[in-house]
């Protein structure tokens, strides 16, 4: 859910913002000259990290199920009917989990509404759940991701020459890496 509103732009337009919807919250508005929430504190520079939202990033995953010898199941998603019921099923078998969405998948749902969503799901870091930006077709939208809270991404610049493609590939794992996403 969304919470929409009118403003009129003020001098105190994030106090305002910041009373209405705390950090844990969403903001969109109609009027496209009003900054959403996410616009705000990232003006202010503030980025969102994982770990606010319960999240873990992949290689801690990873580590525990290649020393236990399990897999490690990732799965689409697109709305929040999907998301509860991959979080359900994860809960109960008490597995952890890959969130992955494509960058089609974030542009249809907007990035304050899909990390609205992943903050509705209470998620607890001993859960063990990443979200993925699976196949980010460039720098700048593995980086969107990471700014989000996205706590693994995997950049695919197959379609780049080979040595675009290592060039890219490594300037991402090396920013993503500054953040401690995998």
């Given at each position: 859910p969304c919470l929409w509103f009118n403003l009129c732009p003020a001098p105190d337009f994030d106090f305002i913002v910041a009373q209405?919807?705390?950090?844990?919250?969403?903001?969109?508005?109609?009027?496209?000259?009003?900054?959403?929430?996410?616009?705000?504190?990232?003006?202010?520079g503030f980025n969102m990290k994982y770990t606010d939202f319960g999240l873990v990033n992949t290689h801690d995953i990873f580590l525990d199920a290649i020393a236990r010898?399990?897999?490690?199941?990732?799965?689409?998603?697109?709305?929040?009917e999907t998301l509860n019921a991959i979080?359900?099923?994860a809960r109960?078998?008490?597995?952890?989990v890959i969130l992955a969405v494509s960058e089609s998948a974030l542009k249809y749902m907007g990035g304050d509404m899909l990390m609205g969503l992943i903050r509705g799901a209470n998620i607890k870091p001993?859960?063990?759940?990443?979200?993925h930006l699976d196949?980010?077709?460039?720098?700048d939208a593995?980086?969107?991701?990471?700014?989000?809270?996205?706590?693994?991404?995997?950049?695919?610049?197959?379609?780049?020459k080979f040595a675009d493609n290592i060039q890219i590939s490594s300037q991402v794992a090396d920013h993503a890496h500054k953040f401690g996403v995998s």
């Open positions: 209405i919807n705390p950090l844990s919250s969403i903001i969109r508005t109609k009027n496209p000259t009003i900054p959403t929430f996410y616009d705000i504190i990232t003006a202010k010898n399990y897999a490690v199941p990732a799965f689409n998603f697109y709305n929040m979080l359900a099923a109960e078998t008490h597995s952890p001993d859960e063990k759940i990443a979200l196949h980010g077709s460039s720098f593995c980086a969107h991701a990471i700014e989000l809270g996205f706590s693994s991404v995997m950049i695919d610049a197959s379609k780049q």
